[in-house]
């Protein structure tokens, strides 16, 4: 996901052009990219978080399952918390995942973690750590508050 001034491309969340004096995000996901104003894509971003966490694979919650892995590695001291939502995705590196520790092969799709330590998942194992580090992050913003 990349952001910067508006080209005039059509928002995906709202059919709207996004003009030049607004934020545009640019969004690849695998062989698509689109594009959306910074308030539809923040709103497009929470729903599919809360849709993905609702969402049930072959009568088990895949993605909760991961999440949980995730909490335990961050309890563990063996995954960092991400500091940002920043990566960047392109095809596998032949290296071993973050989060699930199994191979990434050069044909699947990745996320390089940006701006950290060098490290690597899958999308979805990705996703996983990206949600439990936005809940860890928001909660320690909490406690900061405090």
């Known amino acids: 996901m990349w952001a910067g001034q508006g080209t005039g491309r059509i928002c995906i969340v709202c059919d709207a052009a996004i003009t030049a004096s607004e934020v545009e995000h640019e969004i690849i996901d695998g062989p698509a990219t689109v594009w959306a104003h910074s308030t539809c894509y923040q709103i497009w971003l929470r729903e ?4 993905e966490r609702a969402n049930v694979m072959d009568g088990t ?20 918390v991400l500091p940002n939502d920043r990566s960047w995705l ?3 590196v032949s290296d071993i995942c973050a989060v699930c520790n199994k191979p990434i092969f050069a044909a699947e799709s990745s996320h390089e973690v940006a701006g950290v330590r060098r490290a690597h998942a899958h999308l979805v194992c990705y996703r996983a750590w990206q949600l439990e580090s ?3 992050r928001s909660s320690a913003e909490f406690h900061d508050d405090s």
């Open 134 to 136: 936005r809940e860890e």
């Open 48 to 51: 599919s978080t809360a849709n």
């Open 61 to 80: 919650d895949y993605l909760a399952d991961l999440c949980e892995v995730v909490r335990q590695r961050f309890v563990m001291g063996t995954l960092f």
């Open 90 to 92: 392109g095809l596998g």
